[in-house]
């Protein structure tokens, strides 16, 4: 029997896809991936975030997408203090950590394997000496804050220094306020964590058993504390940083509140992980790496809301931070930005830091 024109184009159809998924199973089956160090994963990154690091250890426990990512940086030595977050912090964690040895690495995976809490922490590696950082010779917390960040796979993240740790029921309260409060037709809005320390004068470096013996782990623990003068706010020193959040307000309420912005107010805070106006990366080590995001925040009219029923507290250490010598270069760097982006508000950047905009396209000319 002759076949017809139709069977015979049927059944080179029918060939072709056999032989296209010989050829697809054929060429996957070959690929060899090594250590999870060495896993370049390809993943979905936030608006104006690129990848740059190889040395990714990825999360293996999934979390809904509509709860919060705690992301955070710190070099390799405070690996301490990402295990307590661990405990504190019952959903996924994304970190950058500054590696200065190959050794350091090996350290942090045995814990990596051992630990089961870090099943819900993905940890990005950077080296002090990789070439693209060459321009960063001080510790680039910006540019870590972002790699952190880009880690996230939730709908929101908290941007959290490491040395702030959050009480064990902020994940779920702060999950639970950023679905109601930061949702797409909220997208201009934030949630400001307030933030707390024992008073002056007791702060001086804690390890683990000290820091455990006074770390708080509800809101009514922080308002005897507060009435005890045991905590205060976090640098009640500087109003301008944290005290816009209004803590006497805090204590009282039970529901979120508005606050306004103002120079130099720089809170820790939870936003939609898609947020494109990211940290400004030229600023390394002390000084102005934060108040100049929050700086960009308001420029775009964001809302600042408090959470009230979450929070976070210092865990006191060393002094060692230091203000990078290229701080002057990046503020004028930063400045140069924000007038280009938002012109209309060149007269303001610099009534703001007193200076004029002919001086400011003078000291931003780039070599």
Same mark, same amino acid.
């Given at each position: ?118 099943? @819900? ?58 679905? !109601?409060?930061?949702? !797409? ?17 007791? @702060? ?53 509140? !508005? ?36 700086? !960009? ?71």
């Amino acid at each position: 029997m002759y076949l017809t024109v139709f069977n015979r184009f049927i059944i080179a159809i029918v060939l072709m896809q056999f032989f296209l998924n010989v050829y697809i199973v054929k060429h996957y089956s070959q690929q060899e991936y090594e250590s999870p160090h060495e896993l370049v994963i390809e993943q979905e990154y936030p608006p104006c975030y690129e990848p740059r690091n190889p040395y990714l250890w990825p999360a293996t426990e999934n979390f809904p997408y509509s709860s919060v990512t705690f992301s955070t940086q710190c070099s390799s030595n405070k690996l301490t203090r990402l295990m307590l977050l661990t405990k504190r912090w019952k959903g996924p964690i994304s970190i950058a950590v500054y590696v200065h040895e190959e050794q350091d690495i090996k350290d942090w995976w045995e814990f990596y394997c051992e630990d089961g809490n870090f099943r @819900r922490v993905s940890i990005s590696f950077v080296f002090p000496d990789d070439p693209r950082f060459e321009h960063l010779p001080k510790y680039p917390v910006n540019m870590l804050r972002n790699i952190g960040w880009g880690l996230a796979r939730t709908e929101f993240v908290a941007l959290v220094d490491v040395d702030h740790l959050p009480d064990p029921n902020s994940y779920k309260a702060l999950s639970i306020l950023a679905q !109601e409060h930061l949702s !797409e037709e909220h997208s201009r809005n934030l949630l400001i964590i307030p933030t707390f320390e024992v008073m002056e004068g007791s @702060r001086e470096y804690m390890n683990q058993t000290t820091l455990l013996s006074v770390i708080p782990n509800t809101k009514e623990e922080i308002i005897s504390g507060m009435n005890s003068k045991t905590y205060q706010y976090f640098h009640s020193s500087f109003y301008n940083a944290y005290g816009r959040t209004n803590y006497n307000k805090w204590i009282k309420t039970s529901t979120p509140y !508005e606050v306004k912005y103002g120079i130099d107010f720089e809170p820790y805070v939870v936003v939609r992980t898609n947020l494109e106006v990211k940290f400004y990366e030229c600023f390394c080590g002390f000084a102005m790496n934060y108040n100049t995001w929050s700086a !960009e925040l308001n420029l775009n009219t964001f809302k600042w809301l408090v959470a009230p029923n979450a929070f976070l507290f210092h865990w006191a250490h060393e002094r060692h931070g230091v203000i990078s010598d290229q701080i002057h270069d990046a503020k004028a760097g930063w400045i140069h930005k924000m007038n280009s982006k938002y012109p209309v508000k060149s007269k303001h950047f610099a009534r703001l830091y007193k200076t004029t905009p002919k001086t400011l396209d003078k000291m931003c000319k780039l070599k």
